[in-house]
């Protein structure tokens, strides 16, 4: 179940969610929100896990505002997506993919991202690449938490049905897992509703209104 309510306010082009700035080096008109439809897969050997393969398929406004001033004719379009896709993943190092994965209470360190692909469904863009761990970490007896969000009140990036996030051979054989949906306060929601289009983001609000990945291994 997707939270909403906090991404109806419009906000200016000077305060373009950080995941656009990613995305843009430049943008000629201001969205007041975006989705981005998540799916992941969790990759394993027989006892440790190695990586997580992302696919995610953004909205069709947001999709269009990507390809805004980019070459997308029939002979450039796939060498246009694939320079999209190799900038964004680079970009977005230094904001761990939007992806937060916990060992216990520890988190999870990653390689660069390698495997960057973007490519058009009908009217959407959908992105997919691999996140490599920096160090694989052995799933026995263990519990792990994976978050994906952008960290403002911006951006809606959610997990839609719960086949969305899938195990890999050896981890559904020792493994269960299940989508948490948010347990938002009245409090928080009416915070999202003070906050004007021109204040600077609140960098923690985006966990509050983030699903969880919880992973159970025996």
Partial sequence: MRITALLFMPFSLKKIIPLFILLLPVMVSAHPHSWVDTNTYIDSDDTHITSLHMTWTFDVDTSHYMLQGEDISPENIKKTLQALADSVTNNMYNE????????????????????????????????????PLS???????????????????????????????????????????????????????A???????????????????????????K
């Fill in 96 to 131: 761990h993919y939007f992806t937060y994965l916990y060992d216990a209470s520890q988190p999870v360190r990653y390689k660069a991202a390698r495997y960057p692909q973007l490519i058009q469904d009908k009217d959407k863009l959908v992105l997919s690449f691999e996140i």
């Fill in 135 to 189: 160090k694989p970490i052995a799933f026995k007896g263990k519990e792990l938490q994976l978050y994906i969000y952008d960290s403002t009140y911006y951006v809606d990036m959610s997990w839609i049905n719960p086949e969305d996030v899938q195990l890999s051979e050896n981890l559904n054989k020792h493994c269960t897992g299940k989508i948490v949906e948010p347990n938002v306060t009245d409090a928080q929601r």
């Fill in 191 to 217: 915070y999202t509703l003070t906050l004007a289009e021109d204040i600077a983001s609140n960098n923690e609000l985006g966990r509050f209104f983030s699903q969880q990945y919880k992973l159970h291994c």
